[in-house]
């Protein structure tokens, strides 16, 4: 069974560049979780989506961040435009509805902004 | 700052030696995980603790809660040298199952 899958894993990009995180949760969980993590703040929560509804994006550090879910199998992380103190580690994660608590974590994209 | 606190942040050990790691919270809580993240990987859920227990234990694993100090601790017995790795505890405030993790133990078992 494929765990989270996350693309790119990679991104290198500079400043001023929108990018977009792509986040495929395991088939048959209804919710879906973006973080981010940095040496400076540790893992944040930017946003969750239950039934690929946003329930709660106050973690969302400004507008430049947007986030949407289409449908059960696909979420986006976009950043428009980007700055250099977005460098981070984004992770996705989903939870099933009968395991809620219980979050399986994404590989992650190393996001470098120059 | 919700943010659980993690204690040590870094713990280095020879393997076949226990390692415990604390963590610390400000506000009740409906349940505490813990998870570890292998070097460059994401984190990977170990085990959960409810606020109506006390202890609980999964293979090499012990997990206790003190609700009346906000504090949790995971004891990792006869370690071995993949389980170098930092280790999180999550927490749940709201029952929401928002998370909210720690700082991290950063974990080095030595062959």
């Known amino acids: 069974d494929a765990g989270v899958i996350q693309s790119p894993r990679h991104e290198v990009t500079e400043m001023g560049q929108e990018v977009t995180l792509r986040c495929k949760p395991i088939s048959g969980h209804n919710s879906l979780f973006w973080y981010r993590q940095t040496m400076m703040r540790g893992l944040e929560l930017l946003i969750y989506?239950?039934?690929?509804?946003?329930?709660?994006d106050s973690g969302m550090p400004e507008d430049r961040f947007s986030a949407k879910m289409p449908n059960a199998s696909f979420s986006t992380l976009k950043i428009q435009p980007s700055e250099p103190r977005d460098s981070a580690v984004y992770f996705c994660?989903?939870?099933?509805?009968?395991?809620?608590?219980?979050?399986?974590f994404g590989p992650g994209t190393r996001l470098l902004v120059l | 700052s919700q943010q659980g606190e993690e204690d040590p942040q870094a713990l280095s050990i020879q393997e076949g030696e226990n390692a415990t790691m604390n963590c610390s919270y400000k506000?009740?809580?409906?349940?505490l995980q813990w998870y570890r993240q292998n070097s460059g990987r994401g984190l990977v859920h170990l085990i959960l603790?409810?606020?109506?227990?006390r202890e609980k234990h999964s293979g090499r694993l012990r997990v206790t809660l003190d609700t009346s100090k906000k504090s949790s601790s995971l004891l990792i017995t006869a370690s071995r040298a993949a389980d170098t790795a930092s280790y999180f505890c999550?927490?749940?405030?709201?029952?929401?199952?928002?998370?909210?993790f720690g700082t991290g133990t950063r974990l080095k078992v030595l062959a």
């Open positions: 603790i409810r606020s109506n227990e």
């Open positions: 999550a927490t749940d405030y709201s029952g929401t199952y928002k998370y909210i």
């Open positions: 994660a989903s939870s099933s509805r009968i395991i809620q608590e219980t979050q399986y």
């Open positions: 506000t009740s809580i409906n349940n």
């Open positions: 989506f239950n039934n690929n509804v946003p329930i709660d």
